[in-house]
């Protein structure tokens, strides 16, 4: 038996941030397809024009407030998140308005094609403005929690911590208004049958709106938080959006919550890897990463397509 | 003669838009003869373009069949290209990992075996179930394939490459770019005659049934997990003779072109040039090649880098805006599909209609698609 | 209305081509379909009725293989089908049509029409290269039945145009005679002259009395009553997914129990 020089724990607690991630990622296109009932495939490179935006934003929010910090980030980490959530959300509608409302008649196929045209452009104007180059948010390095490394033996700094929480605090908030708002249940009612919620009153094109406004910050945030955990890249969104796409279809396309739950599975798979690496398990090796998340979807397909919370028949 | 014309009359030139598109595919032909000979045009190089035009119009043939005929939406045109391009490499190439510098023929044969075996494999649990699945498998099975070519460098040489792949026959008395053009067109010919004696079919009929209701033709007793696989199959195997082709064409192939774009490229080339229709496919593989090469062109003479950009995000720009303006402005394409889906051996002689079910046979008709006004 | 008003449907019926045996689905918590048994007579036109949300459209459904039931069993011509995929049942001879006409994109009449006989030799790739003459046999066949089932219907003049130019009507006409191509034993009608003009619904009356006398059988879902009981005899009555009882078209109108369902019904 090999001694294993990382705790399996720590796997864990990478897997949760991971997770985080892919969740927050998951939720939108979650929204997407149960509301406008279409595969967005620009999804991931929502993800990464929020990144480039908050970016961009850190440009002027640096200057303007040096160093002062909370949590152990740097404030203008925070607003830079904001602005880079507030960006995708605006660019999300604008596209909802330019792109796919045009061609909303010729159906979800016809939708899925322009959304990877969307998906290209979004990709060619993040390379064109920023280069190809990738870069850091700038947030200074910083060790690992120590009362944590104490008690639990595993390494996570406070930007791991701040991932976590703010997506629980992010999806929380997404919890509330789809509970407990009138905006929250015009959408689940649009999203459960959305002839029928037309014919009672509801009216759609605010559902959709709100629906573009909130998957695109919520897409932002995660790509923020893949660029503070990795790295701000031009490609960062597309490459994880077959691992988000699996998460969905674990949860079940149509529900949210399902994707949720999706993206927890999926990141902690994801992340897991490497420790079944190292146990020596063949075939799975850090760079099939993602190779495993595209086997787990091929056997959900296989077994149950309706996913964990999808409705089936 | 008048067989001659009679054809001409028949397939290419049915509508005022078909005749300015061949009108406008002559007049570059004439200029390109012309450029030949005063010397602008390289021979060599026209022959090459010649032969990847061909290249691409395979592709877009493939995906045709498996998009425009059935309706499935494959992501993976790349992968299944580098499966034929590395079959073909890594058997006939002598200083490949498997240095076994066998015959081409083996190649063009392992790219099909394994492309089909790959396709099947593909195609079962995803083509029974709604169509962005498969949109979305596909374009993992695409990352896949690319990252097993990368990482397995004892098999497949990684992102060095594989050189020395030898021509095809060039035993043949003409110049090795000739040749290789002259086999692109013959494999185009052959590919093109199968898919139209198999789309004028029964079994063309019922897979553009599948493709606008699944769940009529499964009414009517189709099964039609077993027409989708099978236009799957053979779209996945000629974009693999593709692949093999091109490994041939340029003698040396690496990853670098098993990316997303180049999938996006024959997306374009075939809803461009019109979903479900052959000649569509090949018209449109010879716009794409336009928009690449024209950039290309643009690039070397420094125009581009006056607008202070880069050629790669450019051309990415371009088919992304692409797709969307063809998806919104002309769904339809350049050439969208007119033949009805008959057994033409059948119809002749029985009274039945002809090519066009827009019931306005005569030329100029108020053509319900492909006309100006849109 | 208490569960004792449902009777059910006659189970004695005499050389059954199609028959359901205890049929049950829900959705999440709701019951669409609560243990249904039915049978079809041969030669005959069954009907179908009951309010909105009765669960017909389920039962055709479960029927025909496009909802996978809970429980139950269907069999046709005493052959259990209850585990066939929809195009095998449609093979074993039940067809159905559907509720919303389905125009196929760039096809002509004929050719949407051509897609109804089978198995056709020419939906074998391996058969277009090596059967070549049997193919065209046998396409030559089915474009002359083409025809003259179009020409019955009296729409024959239609069969150039793009099926799209249909009107609803005209393509329910077409969806019945394609259907009847198949060769069916039995032929499910999802209501066959929704939203369509009281003329061509007399044709669409008069063509499947035509082909009932023939011997083809049908099980027909209508909302239009008149339609239905002047062609359906007997009617079988459906309500919240169960079945209230079975009827001459008589019986049927002067029910009191089917009255009230209607009247005091489940709502959209």
């Known amino acids: 038996m090999i001694p294993l020089q990382i705790s399996p724990f720590q796997y864990v607690a990478n897997g949760v941030v991971f997770s985080s991630i892919i969740v927050l990622a998951a939720i939108g296109l979650s929204l997407v397809y149960?509301?406008?009932?279409?595969?967005?495939?620009?999804?991931?490179?929502?993800?990464?024009?929020?990144?480039?935006?908050?970016?961009?934003?850190?440009?002027?929010?640096?200057?303007?407030?040096?160093?002062?910090?909370?949590?152990?980030?740097?404030?203008?980490?925070?607003?830079?998140?904001?602005?880079?959530?507030?960006?995708?959300?605006?660019?999300?509608?604008?596209?909802?308005?330019?792109?796919?409302?045009?061609?909303?008649?010729?159906?979800?196929?016809?939708?899925?094609?322009?959304?990877?045209?969307?998906?290209?452009?979004?990709?060619?104007?993040?390379?064109?403005?920023?280069?190809?180059?990738?870069?850091?948010?700038?947030?200074?390095?910083?060790?690992?929690?120590?009362?944590?490394?104490?008690?639990?033996?595993?390494?996570?700094?406070?930007?791991?911590?701040?991932?976590?929480?703010l997506t629980v605090v992010l999806v929380t908030a997404l919890h509330l208004t789809l509970t407990r708002t009138t905006l929250g249940r015009k959408m689940r009612a649009t999203a459960?049958?959305?002839?029928?919620?037309?014919?009672?009153?509801?009216?759609?094109?605010?559902?959709?709106?709100?629906?573009?406004?909130?998957?695109?910050?919520?897409?932002?945030?995660?790509?923020?938080?893949?660029?503070?955990?990795?790295?701000?890249?031009?490609?960062?969104?597309?490459?994880?959006?077959?691992?988000?796409?699996?998460?969905?279809?674990?949860?079940?396309?149509?529900?949210?919550?399902?994707?949720?739950?999706?993206?927890?599975?999926?990141?902690?798979?994801?992340?897991?890897?490497?420790?079944?690496?190292?146990?020596?398990?063949?075939?799975?090796?850090?760079?099939?990463?993602?190779?495993?998340?595209?086997?787990?979807?091929?056997?959900?397909?296989?077994v149950r397509p309706s996913g964990i919370a999808g409705d089936s028949g | 003669m008048s067989a001659v014309t009679s054809w001409v009359r028949e397939t290419l030139v049915r509508d005022a838009t078909e005749r300015r598109i061949f009108a406008a595919l002559g007049l570059i032909t004439v200029l390109l003869v012309v450029g030949v000979?005063?010397?602008?045009?390289?021979?060599?190089?026209?022959?090459?373009?010649?032969?990847?035009?061909?290249?691409?119009?395979?592709?877009?043939?493939?995906?045709?069949?498996?998009?425009?005929?059935?309706?499935?939406?494959?992501?993976?045109?790349?992968?299944?290209?580098?499966?034929?391009?590395?079959?073909?490499?890594?058997?006939?190439?002598?200083?490949?990992?498997?240095?076994?510098?066998?015959?081409?023929?083996?190649?063009?044969?392992?790219?099909?075996v394994v492309s089909a075996f790959v396709a099947v494999l593909i195609g079962i649990p995803t083509l029974r179930l709604r169509e962005d699945y498969l949109a979305i498998a596909s374009l993992g099975l695409a990352e896949v394939i690319r990252a097993i070519i990368l990482n397995e460098r004892q098999w497949t040489a990684g992102s060095s490459g594989i050189s020395g792949i030898p021509n095809l026959m060039s035993w043949l008395p003409l110049t090795d770019s000739a040749t290789t053009a002259a086999i692109v067109v013959f494999l185009i010919a052959v590919v093109?005659?199968?898919?139209?004696?198999?789309?004028?079919?029964?079994?063309?009929?019922?897979?553009?049934?599948?493709?606008?209701?699944?769940?009529?033709?499964?009414?009517?007793?189709?099964?039609?997990?077993?027409?989708?696989?099978?236009?799957?199959?053979?779209?996945?195997?000629?974009?693999?003779?593709?692949?093999?082709?091109?490994?041939?064409?340029?003698?040396?192939?690496?990853?670098?072109?098993?990316?997303?774009?180049?999938?996006?490229?024959?997306?374009i080339a075939v809803i461009l040039g019109g979903t479900g229709s052959n000649r569509g496919a090949v018209v449109g593989a010879a716009v794409v090649i336009a928009i690449r090469e024209g950039t290309r062109f643009l690039n070397d003479i420094g125009f581009i880098q006056t607008l202070g950009v880069d050629l790669a995000p450019l051309r990415l720009l371009f088919v992304g805006g692409l797709i969307i303006l063809i998806m919104r402005f002309r769904q339809d394409g350049l050439l969208p599909p007119k033949d009805e889906l008959i057994w033409p051996a059948a119809r002749d002689g029985s009274g039945a209609g002809g090519a066009s079910p827009s019931g306005a046979a005569s030329d100029g008709g108020a053509s319900s698609n492909g006309g100006d006004d849109r | 209305m208490n569960d004792d008003a449902?009777?059910?449907?006659?189970?004695?019926?005499?050389?059954?081509?199609?028959?359901?045996?205890?049929?049950?689905?829900?959705?999440?918590?709701?019951?669409?379909?609560?243990?249904?048994?039915?049978?079809?007579?041969?030669?005959?036109?069954?009907?179908?009725?009951?309010?909105?949300?009765?669960?017909?459209?389920?039962?055709?459904?479960?029927?025909?293989?496009?909802?996978?039931?809970?429980?139950?069993?269907?069999?046709?011509?005493?052959?259990?089908?209850?585990?066939?995929?929809?195009?095998?049942?449609?093979?074993?001879?039940?067809?159905?049509?559907?509720?919303?006409?389905?125009?196929?994109?760039?096809?002509?009449?004929?050719?949407?029409?051509?897609?109804?006989?089978?198995?056709?030799?020419?939906?074998?790739?391996?058969?277009?290269?090596?059967?070549?003459?049997?193919?065209?046999?046998?396409?030559?066949?089915?474009?002359?039945?083409?025809?003259?089932?179009?020409?019955?219907?009296?729409?024959?003049?239609l069969i150039d145009q793009p099926s799209t130019d249909l009107s609803g009507g005209q393509m329910k006409l077409v969806e019945l005679a394609r259907a009847f191509t198949t060769n069916p034993d039995i032929l499910l009608l999802d209501e066959p002259v929704a939203g369509v003009n009281p003329t061509l619904a007399n044709d669409i009356k008069r063509f499947i009395r035509e082909l009932n006398e023939e011997g083809q059988t049908f099980l027909i879902i209508e909302h239009d009553m008149p339609f239905i009981m002047d062609l359906a005899d007997p009617i079988i009555v459906l309500d919240q997914g169960k079945v209230l009882m079975e009827g001459s078209p008589d019986e049927v109108r002067s029910d009191d129990r089917v009255i009230e369902a209607y009247l005091g019904g489940a709502g959209p």
């Open chain 2, 37 to 112: 000979l005063t010397g602008v045009v390289g021979l060599r190089f026209l022959l090459f373009q010649i032969a990847l035009v061909g290249m691409y119009a395979l592709l877009s043939l493939g995906l045709n069949v498996q998009w425009g005929y059935a309706g499935l939406i494959n992501f993976s045109v790349a992968a299944f290209w580098g499966i034929g391009a590395y079959c073909a490499a890594l058997l006939t190439a002598p200083n490949s990992p498997l240095g076994l510098g066998l015959h081409p023929v083996f190649g063009f044969l392992a790219a099909i």
């Open chain 3, 6 to 157: 449902y009777e059910g449907a006659r189970l004695d019926k005499d050389d059954v081509v199609l028959k359901t045996t205890g049929l049950e689905k829900a959705f999440g918590g709701l019951v669409a379909t609560d243990d249904v048994s039915i049978e079809v007579e041969r030669g005959t036109i069954t009907g179908m009725i009951g309010p909105n949300g009765a669960g017909k459209s389920t039962l055709f459904n479960l029927i025909s293989g496009f909802y996978e039931n809970d429980a139950g069993r269907v069999t046709v011509n005493g052959e259990d089908v209850t585990d066939l995929e929809p195009h095998e049942r449609a093979r074993k001879g039940l067809v159905r049509t559907f509720q919303t006409p389905r125009r196929l994109e760039g096809m002509s009449v004929r050719e949407a029409m051509l897609v109804g006989p089978g198995p056709q030799k020419g939906e074998s790739i391996f058969s277009l290269f090596f059967s070549g003459s049997d193919v065209t046999e046998e396409e030559r066949a089915n474009i002359e039945q083409t025809r003259e089932l179009l020409e019955r219907f009296e729409i024959g003049h």
């Open chain 1, 34 to 165: 149960s509301i406008a009932d279409f595969a967005n495939f620009a999804h991931g490179d929502l993800m990464t024009v929020g990144a480039f935006s908050a970016l961009f934003s850190v440009g002027f929010f640096r200057p303007m407030l040096g160093d002062a910090g909370v949590f152990g980030l740097p404030l203008w980490f925070f607003l830079a998140l904001a602005f880079g959530m507030g960006a995708a959300a605006v660019i999300s509608v604008v596209t909802n308005r330019v792109v796919y409302r045009p061609v909303k008649d010729s159906g979800s196929i016809g939708l899925l094609i322009s959304s990877i045209g969307v998906a290209l452009v979004y990709r060619a104007l993040v390379f064109l403005s920023f280069g190809t180059e990738p870069e850091r948010y700038g947030v200074p390095r910083q060790g690992p929690v120590p009362w944590v490394r104490e008690t639990l033996g595993i390494a996570v700094t406070p930007r791991n911590l701040v991932v976590v929480a």
């Open chain 2, 192 to 267: 093109y005659l199968f898919l139209r004696r198999v789309h004028r079919s029964p079994w063309g009929r019922v897979l553009r049934t599948i493709r606008s209701d699944e769940n009529l033709a499964k009414a009517l007793g189709k099964n039609t997990y077993r027409f989708k696989m099978q236009a799957f199959v053979l779209g996945s195997v000629i974009m693999a003779v593709a692949g093999a082709f091109y490994a041939h064409l340029n003698l040396y192939i690496d990853p670098s072109d098993l990316v997303p774009l180049t999938t996006f490229y024959i997306w």
């Open chain 1, 192 to 302: 459960d049958n959305a002839d029928l919620a037309r014919v009672s009153g509801i009216r759609t094109s605010e559902v959709i709106f709100a629906m573009w406004l909130i998957g695109g910050a919520l897409a932002a945030a995660g790509g923020v938080f893949l660029g503070l955990e990795e790295l701000v890249r031009p490609r960062m969104g597309f490459d994880i959006l077959l691992i988000v796409f699996a998460a969905v279809i674990l949860g079940g396309i149509g529900s949210v919550y399902g994707a949720m739950l999706g993206g927890l599975v999926i990141g902690m798979v994801h992340e897991l890897v490497p420790l079944f690496d190292q146990l020596g398990v063949p075939l799975v090796s850090t760079p099939y990463a993602e190779a495993v998340a595209f086997v787990i979807m091929v056997v959900i397909l296989l």
